[in-house]
């Protein structure tokens, strides 16, 4: 059974860059079936859409987001990560990796999640 | 970019009650790409509903969605004391993904 991990510092000073990786267990990046995505939730408020990106290396941005936003694949360590540039306040939430399935584009495995707060 | 809006915000209902849940696109989204998630607090989002109408694996009959175009719904025929929880619908089109606001479904 496929389990995703998110993790990564929970404190990035404003200004700073945001790294986060997510772990695939159980399962292989490398897949022409999923994608990988982020997502977020600040505190109190609803869910945003980060990102989503192929194993092949092809990346579809939050337009909101894309100017800060580098998303990556490892397939060496099963791993696909997010960099966040020039954070502030309003960037702190609650960060997730999810699998998407190819061809419906639904999310159907997420991670527990990781708390980034942006203060310094 | 296609904006989901999902109402009510809040529902109150009780154990048993039937509860409907309203996801409005700004624009036609295909039913193949119209999802449901159930998010208890604390806890990750889970998929409930795909492509408008069928159940993930594990969902309870007795949620079930259904709609087309800019309308979808969301029904739980009878809330059980695990369903109270926050709502949200999700779309893809054009390489974009975007999720409703969210509706809270209360113990009233």
């Known amino acids: 059974q496929v389990q995703l991990q998110e993790s990564g510092p929970g404190l990035v000073k404003p200004s700073e860059t945001l790294s986060l990786t997510c772990t695939v267990s159980g399962g292989s990046i490398n897949s022409n079936t999923y994608y990988w995505g982020w997502i977020r939730q600040p505190p109190g408020k609803g869910l945003e859409w980060i990102g989503t990106i192929y194993s092949g290396g092809s990346a579809y941005y939050n337009p909101s987001l894309k100017s800060r936003l580098t998303m990556s694949v490892d397939t060496s360590n099963n791993q696909f990560s997010l960099k966040l540039n020039s954070v502030t306040a309003a960037d702190t939430a609650v960060f997730y990796c999810?699998?998407?399935?190819?061809?419906?584009?639904?999310?159907?495995?997420w991670g527990k999640g990781t708390t980034v707060t942006v203060s310094s | 970019e296609i904006v989901l809006t999902q109402s009510p915000g809040t529902l109150s209902l009780s154990p048993g009650e039937r509860a409907t849940l309203s996801c409005r696109a700004s624009q036609s989204v295909s039913s193949t790409y119209l999802d449901w998630y159930q998010q208890k607090p604390g806890q990750a989002p889970r998929l409930l509903i795909y492509a408008a109408s069928s159940r993930a694996t594990g969902i309870p009959d007795r949620f079930s969605g259904s709609g087309s175009g800019t309308d979808f719904t969301l029904t739980i025929s009878r809330l059980e004391p695990e369903d109270f929880a926050v709502y949200y619908c999700q779309q893809y089109g054009s390489s974009l993904w975007t999720f409703g606001q969210g509706t809270k479904v209360e113990l009233k």
């Open positions: 999810a699998r998407v399935v190819f061809g419906y584009y639904y999310m159907d495995v």
